[in-house]
C-alpha cells in the first residue's frame, strides 16, 4: 500500500506546535457532553507501540487516553488534516512522539495521492525531571539529511485497514485506524557553536550548496529513528468526506 509521506520545513516548527496542538483537541477524548457532538470516546480502544533507538532509546506502548488523535475537516475535497500521537508519563518523567499535520487524509480513501506540504514531520519530546530534549524531522534535513528533496526527513505512514464502525450518534462517525510508521529526527542546538557556524557558512561560499547543510558533528546534533504500529477507534464528526 502506498505510504503516506510528509516532508518538513525548519522554518515553520513554531507553527506546527500550535497548529498540532490545536488539531489535537479535534476528535479527542475529553468529555464534552452538552458542549459539542464530540462524545466521550474513552470506551474505543487505542493503542500505540513506539520504539525510539538511536541518540535515544525508547519503548513504549501507549493506550487510551494517552493516544491522541487530531482531525480537522477542510472544506474542499483533500484538504482534512490528521495528526497522532503516543504519549507516556511517569513520575516526573514523560515522552511523546507525534505525527503531522498530515494534509489530505481521507477516510473513503485513504491511499490516495495527497498533498504534501513541507512542514509536515515527526517529533519526539522526552522530559526527565528539569531537563528535556526535543527531536524533529527538520532538524534531521538540517544536520544528516544528504537528499536535497529531503526524502530521508519524511515520515512514513502507512494504513493497513481504515474500518468505517457502527456509531449510534448521527452527529458522529467511527473508524478504526490500523497502521505503522517510521522517521527519522535529530536534536541540534538552539543557537549553532561558532565552529559550527563558521564551517558551513565557509564551506557554503567556496563550494554553494550542500545537503546537509551543517555538520552534525561540529554542530552537537543527534539523530533517532522513531517507528511504531498504532490500532485506534475514534469517533469524528460528520463529514461530507468522513461520512
Known amino acids: 500500500m502506498t505510504p503516506i509521506v510528509a516532508r518538513p520545513l525548519p522554518r515553520l ?5 500550535v497548529l498540532v496542538a490545536a488539531l489535537s ?22 493503542t500505540m507501540t513506539i520504539d525510539v533507538t538511536g541518540g535515544l532509546n525508547l519503548h513504549y506502548v501507549a493506550t487510551g487516553d494517552d493516544v ?13 488534516w490528521l495528526t497522532l500521537s503516543g504519549n507516556q508519563n511517569k513520575d516526573d518523567d514523560s515522552n511523546s512522539v507525534s505525527i503531522g499535520p498530515i494534509l489530505g487524509f481521507s477516510f473513503e480513501n485513504p491511499y490516495q495521492p495527497h498533498i504534501e506540504l513541507l512542514f509536515q514531520g515527526g517529533r519526539v519530546e ?19 539529511d544528504k537528499d536535497k528533496t529531503g526524502a530521508n526527513s519524511n515520515v512514513k505512514l502507512d494504513f493497513t485497514s481504515v474500518e468505517k464502525l457502527h456509531s449510534d450518534n448521527k452527529l458522529l462517525v467511527r473508524y478504526r485506524l490500523i497502521g505503522s510508521f517510521q522517521f527519522n529526527a535529530a536534536s541540534g542546538p538552539e543557537q549553532p557553536n561558532e565552529a559550527c557556524s563558521k564551517e558551513a557558512a565557509t564551506y557554503a561560499a567556496e563550494h554553494g550548496e550542500r545537503h546537509p547543510g551543517f ?29
Open 13 to 17: 516548527f513554531v507553527l506546527l506546535s
Open 25 to 46: 483537541g479535534c476528535g479527542n477524548d475529553e468529555s464534552t457532553t452538552g458542549k459539542s457532538p464530540i462524545s466521550k470516546a474513552s470506551t474505543a480502544p487505542k
Open 68 to 80: 491522541a488523535v487530531g482531525f480537522l475537516p477542510g472544506k474542499e475535497p483533500g484538504a482534512n
Open 126 to 144: 522526552v522530559t526527565h525531571g528539569e531537563s528535556n530534549a526535543s527531536y524533529d524531522t527538520g532538524a534531521y534535513y538540517l544536520y544528516f
Open 215 to 243: 555538520d552534525a558533528k561540529l554542530c552537537e546534533a543527534k539523530s533517532v529513528v522513531a517507528k511504531g504500529s498504532f490500532d485506534i477507534t475514534q469517533d469524528f464528526p460528520v463529514t461530507e468526506d468522513a461520512g
